[in-house]
């Protein structure tokens, strides 16, 4: 059996959003369901490519809602049945927003309403040198609704780890109950976590299989703050593989998309989790494209910067903290911050060929 793909399991969501049309065609006419399901997909496409750009934010009470916490860019050959995924470090330093890339959605929609979508969308284009003709923001309230929807999911843990200071949603501000002089002096503290405690988790998880519901899955994705190799961003990217692809998994193990209840479902749980620049007649090609794309090969492709937990050769650098950068631990390219010339050879490589060496 071909490996799963995270795109197809966001298409899946996708598709949750955007059940109400199928259940509705068949409904109301076969000629209607004939269109969705015979008529050429005719999804912008560059070299026959569709690239689609996929992000997932905090939303709701979380500390910064619109930092994007996940972005995972696709290029679909639906031609070849290939499909290109690369994770982008959230720490990426973009000099042009004078911020990192996790801020440039926020930084869009601060400015004007449906602002985040077009400033990210450039942002990820000067970064790979590469077309993204679709954005798909999801929040992690839908997130865990979904997967808890279909049921749960089964993950293999790959390995066991402890994350300390994992964030509560809603007491970012909590007080802990200290007063006055004793809460000033805590806030001033360097280490917040132990200053507060009340305001963080102490997440455990051991390595095998496991059942998890929606929001124990949440925290397997985001938790940022583990100690050793998978308190990394790039640690974090492949959890997120894992759980996106068990998802994938099960949704099709229920025939979900043959399901007119748990398709509404699905809509009923994205209603206002999403933003889109997909337009309302593309929505059947997008449905027809993750059928004709489930048994697609796929190319994983995970970025790495040299660090105490790993001997691989990465292409970013952790450069030392300064004031150039706010004063914030950043990624920027080996060769130069702002120059992405060796990132973009690399992606293209990727894209074109696979299994490409580091340039």
């Not at 004793?182 to 360097?190: L, N």
């Not at 507060?196 to 988790?201: A, D, G, K, L």
């Not at 998994?249 to 933003?275: E, H, R, T």
């Not at 027809?288 to 910067?305: E, G, H, P, R, S």
Request: charged content about 25%.
């Amino acid at each position: 059996m071909h490996r799963k793909t995270i795109v197809i399991a966001l298409l899946l969501l996708f598709i949750g959003l955007f059940g109400r049309l199928i259940v509705e065609g068949i409904k109301w006419s076969p000629v209607l369901f004939q269109y969705f399901f015979q008529r050429e997909i005719i999804l912008k496409e560059t070299e026959s490519r569709i690239n689609v750009l996929f992000l997932g934010i905090g939303g709701g009470e979380h500390d910064g809602p619109l930092l994007t916490d996940t972005i995972i860019y696709a290029s679909i050959d639906p031609k070849f049945q290939k499909t290109t995924l690369i994770s982008i470090p959230r720490d990426l330093w973009i000099q042009d927003l004078k911020s990192k890339i996790n801020t440039a959605y926020a930084i869009g929609e601060e400015r004007r309403k449906g602002g985040g979508i077009l400033l990210v969308k450039a942002a990820v284009e000067k970064i790979l040198n590469q077309p993204v003709d679709y954005v798909l923001r999801i929040d992690f309230n839908g997130f865990i609704r979904a997967i808890d929807v279909i049921g749960g999911i089964n993950v293999v843990v790959e390995k066991s780890f402890e994350d300390l200071e994992y964030p509560i949603s809603g007491k970012e501000i909590d007080d802990c109950g200290f007063k006055e002089d004793e809460f000033e002096k805590r806030a001033t503290a360097s280490a917040i976590a132990e200053a507060f405690p009340c305001r963080y988790e102490h997440l455990t998880f051991q390595q095998g299989a496991q059942h998890m519901d929606g929001e124990k899955a949440l925290k397997f994705v985001r938790s940022r703050h583990a100690i050793g190799s998978e308190g990394t961003d790039f640690a974090r990217a492949k959890r997120q593989d894992i759980v996106i692809k068990a998802f994938r998994d099960k949704a099709l193990s229920l025939n979900i998309i043959l399901n007119p209840s748990k398709l509404m479902g699905l809509y009923d749980v994205f209603q206002g989790s999403l933003d889109t620049n997909v337009k309302s007649e593309e929505y059947d090609d997008f449905i027809k494209l993750a059928q004709k794309m489930k048994d697609a090969q796929t190319n994983n492709v995970v970025f790495f910067y040299s660090n105490p937990y790993s001997d691989k050769v990465g292409i970013f650098i952790n450069p030392p903290s300064s004031i150039a950068y706010d004063n914030q631990w950043v990624l920027i390219p080996r060769i130069g911050n702002g120059n992405f010339s060796e990132v973009q050879k690399y992606v293209e490589c990727e894209i074109q060929i696979g299994n490409c060496p580091i340039p």
